[in-house]
Nanobody
Framework: QVQLVETGGGLVQAGGSLRLTCAASGRTFSTYPVGWFRQAPGKEREFVAYINQLGAGTYYADSVKGRFTISRDNAEATVYLQMNSLKSEDTAVYYC?????????????????WGQGTQVTVSS
């Protein structure tokens, strides 16, 4: 069992930065890839970023590539999402999730432990 808690969301002006933190409980956290997803009001949940178990492999949605950076500290059982040059369209609830199932890293159905989410609001 893995429990995830996201923090670091808030209100920021366009062009600003935020760093989201996903803190995990459970010894097996370091053995799983982790993804960040987001969901804006009235929209489907969408993939944002992915990091493999060791942190050596990362993938990003085209919409955030070059602006967001995902990283992890397995000793601290934590995954981060550094978000720079924020835009109003980045406004959403951001979730981290653990991927234990085989399947695309960009598809939420292959992730089975989810946090409660943290709200990010970017004002223009």
């Amino acid at each position: 069992q893995v429990q995830l808690v996201e923090t670091g969301g808030g209100l920021v002006q366009a062009g600003g930065s935020l760093r989201l933190t996903c803190a995990a409980s459970g010894r097996t956290f370091s053995t799983y890839p982790v993804g960040w997803f987001r969901q804006a009001p009235g929209k489907e949940r969408e993939f944002v970023a992915y990091i493999n178990q060791l942190g050596a492999g990362t993938y990003y949605a085209d919409s955030v590539k070059g602006r967001f950076t995902i990283s992890r500290d397995n000793a601290e059982a934590t995954v981060y999402l550094q978000m720079n040059s924020l835009k109003s369209e980045d406004t959403a609830v951001y979730y981290c999730a653990v991927k234990r199932k085989s399947g695309s890293y960009a598809t939420s159905q292959w992730y089975d432990y989810w946090g409660q989410g943290t709200q990010v609001t970017v004002s223009s």
